[in-house]
């Protein structure tokens, strides 16, 4: 009788929650469609005028880097590089392979800390400490790009630039308005969208709908998403 009543509980319990996921999965779908609606609205309006696009694009963005700023002042774990960059549909593990046709040593970009998105992901807060107070042009000393120690992807067609290493520095470039990195790893996201999309909540394949991955950073899907109409419309953002 109380193993009856025990496995009762627990499928009242699992199907409250397996509906609350529903209707969770229902409200991203719906924010999904109107942030992506709104980007065409304004691709529509501006024609080929990219500034109006690429600001509603890094203001997107910029919520996820600030909500990883606040994360490292408050002491809470920091998601690291690899889970804004399977946010972003990069390096999901059916789709692992680096394939792009922009990456290599006969490329580079120049990122300006203060035009460009970059997210980094900075954990440490004695590391950060440490930077801010010395880095920056109030402190005699400007930062300055370490090819070594600064490591990055760019994502186009968005123009957006995912940081793996280098995070305590570049984000006090970031915060002082200061500073360039150089990068030759880019990545196109025209190449997967064939392959994959996102529906609010998780990546799937297109071919059979297979969930591939549930996003931690909301915007940074909706991001993807708005380079698939990049794409259509043959812009590039950076």
Known sequence: MFNFLER???KIIDDIYKKEELEKEKENAIKLESIIDLAKKIIKEEGRNLLPI???????????????????????KVIMAADLFEDLGFRLKKYFSEDTSREGDE?????CLNKHLIIPAAWNKDRFVSNVTKIGRDCNNPFSYDF??????LFFPI???ILYNGNHSVLTGI????GKI???NAFDLRNK????????TYYREIETDEILHKVKNFELGAIFEIGRVLAENNIDLF
């Open 8 to 10: 009762k509980r627990n």
């Open 175 to 178: 915060l002082k308005n200061e």
């Open 54 to 76: 690429k600001v509603y694009i890094d203001s997107i963005g910029e919520s996820v880097r600030q909500r990883y700023i606040l994360k490292l002042y408050c002491g809470e």
């Open 107 to 111: 490329y580079e970009y120049e990122i």
């Open 159 to 161: 123009g957006i630039v």
């Open 193 to 200: 969208y064939n392959q994959i999309r996102f529906d609010g």
């Open 182 to 184: 150089k990068t030759n």
């Open 148 to 153: 070594i120690n600064h490591m990055s992807y």
